[in-house]
């Protein structure tokens, strides 16, 4: 047997000795296998979970608000190119951007606005600004699920300065639990994407006397144009 | 690193005396009770997530082999390869020779509290590859070449004029004038430095929070978003974790994220968790050519079927920590080794013998708070007790104390002597105390009274006046008053 052969068979063979007993049987094993199989769902929380849809958008403003995320809600699809250029004018940012090579993002009419000098591919160090489209968004905590294909790199989650996410209305969930329904039935074989990003809020560091500072690796800003959403309800 | 557990008594009393260190803990005793705190108040669910963390986490402890051979099947299905290590050494080989397949010279690290246990950039430097830790806490005391305080923020014994000394003396390529006092300065120049160190590193290695046996992924929790740059930029990703950190589903994980930020810094969630599921798809643009996990026991198992088994459940959130009377009152580095506070008191004489970390679970005022505030309700104080047990039978407490110990449980296994005894001692220091109400020493108690007064005792003994009020009452009312309760 190989050394490394040996230390796997020499650890499974030490906690079986631990929990006294044997290799699992078919019959220990196969409610195990099930349980892998059907992922049950544990308790989820009422905050999200409670709520109908457009509670739940609602929600996840609030809560991506609280953690410093920014959030522009555009009734209109052909509306997004103008909301980004706009932001990115309040900003004072520069409008040239890296966007994701998502076929899911020429559903907008970027040449509406054609001074947007737009690069189609993953980020690099002296990208600013990165636009991406998401996977989803959970309600519970103001969270955004964002996977990885060739089309999505992850770099643009995470180098540019400022990041810009085009997020659908019918993207936002209530608890994370509904997100990995969608994940699964979007990749039935299990062939997951090789990284799933959770982002809530943008980057940032407590590690010098507990104060907070935004932007310590990732993304300093993080803006969602949240696009088909009704109109927040008023106060009152 | 090498372990000084055996000297934390010198080491705590060292600390105490340290007053820039007291201020550092300050700031750490007013922030993470408090934001914890409101973060649990608002959510009306946290206790029955609790309950339902500890029953995930338990099922996985009595079918670990089952889940461990599942995780490694998902691993190697989606490309990735699985390494089994027995120990720190068997570890830290894997992972040099996983660096040696491209000739690696620099290695980028998220923080891991696994790669401090096996003291992996010791290592790597040793053997010519130059290890660069990212996260900013973890960058700033590698610099000062010093262990981390704190597991979650290990850097929380300084404050900004350390940092600001540490970035001058490191990063002296920058003009010296610069202005470097505020933590905004600070944390743009490690922005800066470090940018250039993910580009060029040749192998980045994280640690886990999470590993699924359902899908094979590795799960990191990050608010900077350093560990996402180490794993997604070099050509290689290792992921470092102890086998225990091992769940079932993404369910699963769910459930027990829910608790894990809230518990360490009272965030409802943290900015990045990231699930990573073998290497780069074909077609993609960017992430690691090759992921390996590398799973270590390092003792863990050994722990499993016995009273710390239930130890093998924590989730490294560090709120036993950030509550405890001991740790705030001494810091991490006083505990010797990468684990401190209660969490460590149990952990580190599991993993370094009882010998060398015995003193650990003595440090404990027994407050309870610690199991109290754990989100994977780990017995904390129980388990200290259970080392203080073995201790004593193996004979490595003080003679002093197994004396006294002795001694007490010769007059303990004598109901009248033990009241006589105890009856006049009080007396006496009762009529000795009257004046002042307090000795400022008292022979035979130096160790107490050379830091504080003790108060005289008030001239009865607690059995006395128990014995006087159970006669004066009816039969029927034993009920304890608030004050005798309190006493108990």
């Given at each position: 047997?190989?050394e490394?052969?040996?230390?796997?068979?020499q650890i499974?063979a030490?906690?079986?000795?631990?929990?006294?007993?044997?290799p699992?049987?078919?019959?220990?094993?196969?409610?195990?296998a099930?349980?892998?199989?059907?992922?049950?769902?544990?308790?989820?929380?009422a905050?999200?979970?409670?709520?109908?849809?457009?509670?739940r958008?609602?929600?996840?403003v609030?809560m991506?608000?609280?953690?410093?995320?920014?959030?522009?809600?555009?009734?209109?699809p052909?509306?997004v190119?103008?909301?980004?250029?706009?932001?990115?004018?309040?900003?004072?940012?520069?409008a040239?951007l890296v966007?994701?090579?998502d076929?899911?993002?020429?559903?907008?009419?970027?040449?509406?606005?054609?001074m947007?000098?737009?690069?189609?591919?993953?980020?690099?160090?002296?990208?600013?600004?990165?636009v991406?489209p998401?996977?989803?968004?959970?309600?519970?905590?103001?969270?955004?699920?964002?996977?990885?294909d060739?089309?999505?790199?992850?770099?643009?989650?995470?180098?540019?300065?400022?990041?810009?996410?085009?997020?659908?209305?019918?993207?936002?969930?209530g608890?994370?639990?509904?997100?990995w329904t969608?994940?699964?039935?979007?990749?039935p074989?299990?062939?997951?994407?090789?990284?799933?990003n959770?982002?809530?809020?943008?980057?940032?560091?407590?590690?010098i006397?507990?104060r907070?500072?935004l932007?310590?690796h990732?993304?300093?800003?993080?803006?969602?144009?949240?696009?088909?959403?009704?109109?927040?309800p008023?106060?009152? | 690193?090498?372990p000084?557990?055996?000297?934390f008594?010198?080491?705590?009393?060292?600390a105490?005396?340290?007053?820039?260190?007291?201020r550092?803990?300050?700031?750490?005793?007013?922030g993470?009770?408090?934001?914890?705190?409101?973060?649990?108040?608002?959510?009306?669910?946290?206790?029955?997530?609790?309950?339902?963390?500890?029953?995930?986490?338990?099922?996985?402890?009595?079918?670990?082999?089952?889940?461990?051979?599942?995780?490694?099947?998902?691993?190697?299905?989606?490309?990735?390869?699985v390494?089994?290590?027995?120990?720190?050494?068997?570890?830290r080989?894997?992972?040099?020779?996983?660096?040696?397949?491209?000739?690696?010279?620099?290695?980028?690290?998220?923080?891991?509290m696994?790669?401090?246990?096996?003291?992996?950039?010791d290592?790597?430097?040793?053997n010519?590859?130059?290890?660069?830790?990212?996260?900013?806490?973890?960058?700033?005391?590698?610099?000062?070449?010093?262990?981390?305080?704190?597991?979650?923020?290990p850097?929380?014994h300084?404050?900004k004029?350390?940092?600001?000394?540490?970035?001058?003396?490191?990063?002296?390529?920058?003009?010296?004038?610069?202005?470097?006092?505020?933590?905004?300065?600070?944390?743009?120049?490690?922005?800066?430095?470090?940018?250039?160190k993910?580009?060029?590193?040749d192998?980045?290695?994280?640690?886990?929070?999470?590993?699924i046996?359902?899908?094979g992924?590795?799960v990191?929790?990050?608010?900077e978003g350093?560990?996402?740059?180490?794993?997604?930029l070099?050509?290689?990703?290792i992921?470092?974790a102890?086998?225990?950190?091992?769940?079932?589903?993404?369910?699963?994980?769910?459930?027990?994220?829910?608790?894990l930020?809230?518990?360490?810094?009272?965030?409802?969630?943290?900015?990045y968790?990231?699930f990573?599921?073998?290497?780069?798809?074909?077609?993609?643009?960017?992430?690691?050519?090759?992921?390996?996990?590398?799973?270590?026991?390092?003792?863990?198992t050994?722990?499993?079927?016995?009273?710390?088994?239930?130890?093998?459940?924590?989730?490294?959130?560090?709120?036993c920590?950030?509550?405890?009377p001991?740790?705030?009152?001494?810091?991490?580095?006083?505990?010797?080794?990468?684990y401190p506070?209660?969490?460590?008191?149990?952990?580190?004489p599991?993993?370094?013998?009882v010998?060398e970390?015995?003193?650990?679970?003595?440090?404990?005022?027994?407050?309870?708070?610690?199991?109290?505030?754990?989100p994977m309700?780990?017995?904390?104080?129980k388990m200290?007790?259970?080392?203080?047990?073995?201790?004593?039978?193996?004979?490595?407490?003080?003679?002093?104390?197994?004396?006294?110990?002795?001694l007490?449980a010769?007059?303990?296994?004598?109901?009248a002597?033990?009241?006589?005894?105890?009856?006049?001692?009080?007396?006496?220091?009762?009529?000795?105390?009257?004046?002042?109400?307090?000795?400022r020493?008292l022979p035979?108690?130096?160790g107490?009274?050379?830091?504080?007064?003790?108060p005289?005792?008030?001239?009865?003994?607690?059995?006395?006046?128990?014995?006087?009020?159970?006669?004066?009452r009816?039969?029927?009312?034993?009920?304890?008053s608030?004050?005798?309760?309190?006493?108990?």
């Amino acid at each position: 047997m190989s050394e490394a052969a040996s230390a796997r068979a020499q650890i499974l063979a030490g906690i079986r000795a631990a929990l006294k007993r044997g290799p699992l049987g078919e019959a220990a094993s196969a409610p195990l296998a099930a349980r892998l199989a059907q992922h049950p769902r544990n308790l989820i929380p009422a905050r999200a979970a409670s709520l109908d849809h457009a509670g739940r958008v609602d929600l996840f403003v609030g809560m991506a608000e609280e953690v410093q995320t920014t959030v522009d809600r555009v009734a209109d699809p052909k509306d997004v190119p103008a909301a980004v250029a706009e932001y990115l004018t309040g900003q004072n940012l520069p409008a040239e951007l890296v966007m994701a090579p998502d076929p899911a993002l020429d559903a907008y009419p970027w040449a509406d606005r054609p001074m947007l000098r737009i690069r189609r591919d993953r980020a690099q160090d002296a990208d600013a600004v990165s636009v991406t489209p998401a996977f989803a968004a959970i309600a519970e905590t103001g969270t955004l699920m964002l996977t990885s294909d060739p089309t999505r790199p992850t770099t643009l989650n995470l180098l540019p300065d400022t990041h810009i996410v085009v997020l659908r209305a019918d993207q936002v969930v209530g608890p994370y639990e509904e997100a990995w329904t969608r994940l699964r039935t979007a990749y039935p074989n299990g062939d997951w994407p090789r990284t799933i990003n959770f982002i809530t809020g943008p980057s940032r560091t407590g590690d010098i006397e507990q104060r907070i500072q935004l932007g310590a690796h990732g993304p300093r800003r993080l803006h969602i144009v949240l696009v088909g959403a009704a109109a927040a309800p008023s106060a009152a | 690193m090498q372990p000084t557990s055996h000297a934390f008594k010198a080491n705590a009393r060292q600390a105490l005396d340290d007053g820039v260190l007291r201020r550092a803990l300050d700031n750490m005793r007013g922030g993470f009770p408090a934001k914890r705190l409101a973060a649990v108040n608002r959510l009306p669910e946290f206790e029955a997530l609790r309950d339902a963390g500890k029953t995930i986490k338990d099922h996985v402890l009595e079918n670990l082999d089952f889940y461990l051979e599942a995780f490694e099947r998902n691993v190697v299905a989606r490309g990735g390869v699985v390494h089994w290590c027995r120990t720190a050494q068997e570890a830290r080989d894997t992972i040099l020779g996983i660096c040696r397949t491209v000739d690696a010279k620099t290695v980028t690290k998220g923080k891991s509290m696994v790669a401090e246990e096996i003291a992996l950039n010791d290592y790597l430097e040793a053997n010519g590859v130059e290890p660069i830790e990212t996260d900013l806490g973890e960058y700033i005391i590698q610099l000062r070449h010093e262990p981390p305080s704190h597991i979650i923020a290990p850097a929380i014994h300084l404050l900004k004029e350390h940092v600001e000394t540490a970035f001058r003396a490191a990063h002296t390529q920058l003009d010296p004038n610069r202005p470097l006092s505020e933590p905004r300065q600070l944390t743009d120049e490690a922005r800066a430095i470090l940018r250039a160190k993910f580009q060029s590193a040749d192998v980045g290695i994280t640690g886990a929070n999470f590993l699924i046996a359902e899908t094979g992924s590795t799960v990191i929790v990050t608010n900077e978003g350093n560990g996402d740059l180490t794993q997604t930029l070099p050509k290689i990703h290792i992921v470092l974790a102890s086998l225990e950190k091992i769940v079932p589903t993404l369910e699963d994980a769910s459930t027990i994220l829910r608790l894990l930020a809230r518990s360490a810094t009272g965030q409802e969630f943290s900015t990045y968790t990231t699930f990573s599921t073998g290497p780069r798809r074909p077609g993609d643009l960017d992430g690691p050519g090759e992921f390996h996990v590398v799973l270590l026991d390092n003792g863990r198992t050994a722990m499993l079927g016995t009273e710390f088994q239930d130890m093998l459940r924590c989730i490294r959130c560090s709120a036993c920590m950030n509550h405890c009377p001991v740790y705030g009152a001494v810091g991490g580095h006083a505990y010797g080794w990468v684990y401190p506070g209660p969490m460590g008191s149990v952990l580190t004489p599991g993993l370094l013998g009882v010998a060398e970390a015995g003193h650990l679970p003595n440090a404990s005022t027994f407050c309870g708070k610690c199991e109290s505030v754990c989100p994977m309700k780990i017995p904390l104080p129980k388990m200290m007790r259970h080392w203080r047990e073995r201790e004593f039978e193996a004979k490595l407490s003080p003679s002093a104390f197994r004396s006294g110990l002795k001694l007490w449980a010769f007059f303990a296994k004598r109901p009248a002597l033990y009241r006589a005894a105890t009856g006049l001692a009080t007396r006496l220091l009762g009529g000795l105390g009257r004046g002042a109400g307090r000795f400022r020493s008292l022979p035979l108690a130096g160790g107490w009274t050379s830091v504080r007064d003790l108060p005289a005792p008030e001239g009865r003994s607690f059995q006395s006046l128990w014995a006087a009020q159970r006669a004066t009452r009816r039969p029927h009312a034993t009920t304890l008053s608030p004050v005798s309760r309190a006493a108990q």
